[in-house]
T-cell receptor
Framework: GQNIDQPTEMTATEGAIVQINCTYQ??????LFWYQQHAGEAPTFLSY??LDGLEEKGRFSSFLSRSKGYSYLLLKELQMKDSASYLC??????????WGAGTKLIIKP | GAVVSQHPSRVICKSGTSVKIECRSLDFQATTMFWYRQFPKQSLMLMATSNEGSKATYEQGVEKDKFLINHASLTLSTLTVTSAHPEDSSFYICSARDGTSRETQYFGPGTRLLVL
C-alpha cells in the first residue's frame, strides 16, 4: 500500500530551527512535494525534490533520500506566520500525489 | 506564476439543493484537473481526476452521480454536488496541471461548503 508518516504536531520557538521528518511508501516514485497549509486555506507549494540531496530555498530547505523513503523539511529563523500544517506529498508512478494528514507546526514567541 | 481560481469561495445551502463549484486556470491551459475534499484536521482526499474533453475518473468510494464533474474546456472544470446533505459539508479544493509538466499541480484557494 501507499502511506505517509509524519509527526502529527510539533512546537518550536520564534527564531529557532525546526526539522519536520517524513517517511513514505509509494507505488513508484516521481518526486516528493512539500506544501504549507494555513488553517482554512488551500495548500501552497514549498518545494519539490526528485533527486537525492538537499534543496535550499531561502529559509526553507528540503532533503530527500529515495533509498530510505525519507524526506525532511527544514525551516530556519522561524516566524510566527510559519505556524501552519506542513504536508509531505510523494508522487506515485501515475503522477498522483499521495497525501498524509500533515504536521501541525506551532510557533511560540 | 500559474494561477487557479475557484468560485464561490464559500457557500451555504439547504439540504437537498445542488451546488456548483467552478475551477479555472487563469494563465495556462489545464489538461488535467483534480478535485479534492478535506475535512477538518484530515488529509486531502482525492475525489476525482478530470481530463479535458473526457469523463472524469473517480476514486473508490466517491459517487459519480452525486459529484458531477465537467471539464469542458482547457481552463474550466466544474464540480456539482447534487442533492447536498449536511455530511457533504467540507472544504473542496481543485488543482490543475498543464500539459508541459506532469509533476506540477497548482491549487485553487478552495471552496468551503456548508449544508444546513
Amino acid at each position: 500500500g501507499q502511506n505517509i508518516d509524519q509527526p502529527t504536531e510539533m512546537t518550536a520557538t520564534e527564531g529557532a530551527i525546526v526539522q519536520i521528518n517524513c517517511t513514505y511508501q509509494t507505488s513508484g516514485f516521481n518526486g516528493l512535494f512539500w506544501y504549507q497549509q494555513h488553517a482554512g486555506e488551500a495548500p501552497t507549494f514549498l518545494s519539490y525534490n526528485v533527486l537525492d540531496g538537499l534543496e535550499e530555498k531561502g529559509r526553507f530547505s528540503s532533503f530527500l533520500s529515495r533509498s530510505k523513503g525519507y524526506s525532511y523539511l527544514l525551516l530556519k529563523e522561524l516566524q510566527m506566520k510559519d505556524s501552519a500544517s506542513y504536508l509531505c506529498a510523494p508522487m506515485d508512478s501515475n503522477y498522483q500525489l499521495i497525501w498524509g494528514a500533515g504536521t501541525k507546526l506551532i510557533i511560540k514567541p | 506564476g500559474a494561477v487557479v481560481s475557484q468560485h464561490p469561495s464559500r457557500v451555504i445551502c439547504k439540504s437537498g439543493t445542488s451546488v456548483k463549484i467552478e475551477c479555472r486556470s487563469l494563465d495556462f491551459q489545464a489538461t488535467t484537473m483534480f478535485w479534492y475534499r478535506q475535512f477538518p484536521k484530515q488529509s486531502l482526499m482525492l475525489m476525482a481526476t478530470s481530463n479535458e474533453g473526457s469523463k472524469a475518473t473517480y476514486e473508490q468510494g466517491v459517487e459519480k452521480d452525486k459529484f458531477l464533474i465537467n471539464h469542458a474546456s482547457l481552463t474550466l472544470s466544474t464540480l456539482t454536488v447534487t442533492s447536498a446533505h449536511p455530511e457533504d459539508s467540507s472544504f473542496y479544493i481543485c488543482s490543475a496541471r498543464d500539459g508541459t509538466s506532469r509533476e506540477t499541480q497548482y491549487f485553487g484557494p478552495g471552496t468551503r461548503l456548508l449544508v444546513l
